[in-house]
């Protein structure tokens, strides 16, 4: 059916516990002439079944899609895909009238490691993070148009910056299925255009939803500044909450542009908005005093363990700045998005900016990602997101 790979003594106790992942180092040997992205068998070194997935060169050598002998077809995709949906009905993310914007698959959180699917509205954005899901992508599609039906008109693909360049698949971002100009999406009642086709990720960061919504709830009569704004999110819901003022920073011409479309579409003509575009230290260094609502959404600082400690001294020198900058009475909401560094990484990061900054600080809420974006418990790596809601005296 398959061809084979076979572990070193030892090596599959971790699959034991349902973890995903198996690392170049676990194979002893393996079949002559598998393909990269192709589906493999996983065998032990005493000759039992242990898995079946996808083959890619690299540290993560087979990404698995079941610890069962089956074969990956139609049914199976089909039955992930009902799986991923039915979830996110019963959370209240699908089928919401006031909020059409959710992550449908979240890859190894919804078994389906290597592939990532937001909704907005009628159009699924699909993206894959392996080979073997880029290979799978067309049967991905007609599987997901069975399960979802017409609720789902359009299919974007954008994988062309999430897979290994050195696998020559000449990818190509673009409609598979329908297509679409309208790019409005809308998130707990707020519309937002959705860059699917440029922008960072799937064009949105869906995994903020719910820390917005926290963030609208402490904006009334605050003057808030939203660091790395990219599509504005933070500062429209603060915008809803009855903020004094709101500003928007981000060093992209792109997002500030995204930013103050997405304030025009929810708030046309409201002068408590302005964007800048300039660096965020450059910009909290010549700011003082004059925000007391602040978020810090960096991009990922460390995309790999070997960063993690240039990234935690990145995540100190950022949170120190804002506690600096900040009102006394003031709240920073403030997050890393790095898988590498965990949730205590991060907290000490944050508590070392505090005590350099010299200043009192209380933790209000300890934020992470939304259910839409679930963990598998075997898989804690999935745990990406993490954020604390500060109170700086």
Known sequence: MYKSIYLKKGKE????????WIFSGAIHHMDDGINEGEIV???????????????????????????RDIEINHEFWCSRLKSAFETRKSINAADNPSNNT???????GDNLPGLIIDCYGETAVMQAHSVGMHLCRNEVSKALIEVIGDRIKNIYYKSETTLPFKADLGQENGFIYGSTDNDIAV?????????WLRGQKTGFFVDQRENRSLLEKYAKGRSVLNMFCYT?????????GEAKLVHSVDSSAKAIELTNNNIELNFPGDTRHEAFCEDAFKYLENNDDKYDLIILDPPAFAKHRAALHNALKGYTRLNVKGFQKIKHGGI??????????????????????AAQAGRKVRILHQLHQPADHPINIYHPEGEYLKGLVLYVE
């Open 41 to 67: 068998r996983v065998i032990t070194v005493s000759g039992d079944f242990i898995a079946v997935g996808h083959y890619q060169i690299g540290s993560i050598a087979v990404r698995v899609l079941s610890f």
């Open 232 to 240: 504005g999110g933070f500062s429209v819901y603060a915008m809803r």
């Open 102 to 108: 959710y992550r449908l698959v979240h890859g190894e």
């Open 187 to 195: 998130e707990n009642g707020l519309k937002f255009h959705v860059d």
């Open 332 to 353: 920073l909401f403030t997050f890393s998005c790095s898988q590498v560094v965990t949730k205590d990484n991060f907290r000490n990061a944050v508590f070392t900016a």
């Open 13 to 20: 106790e971790s699959l034991k516990r349902f973890h995903p």
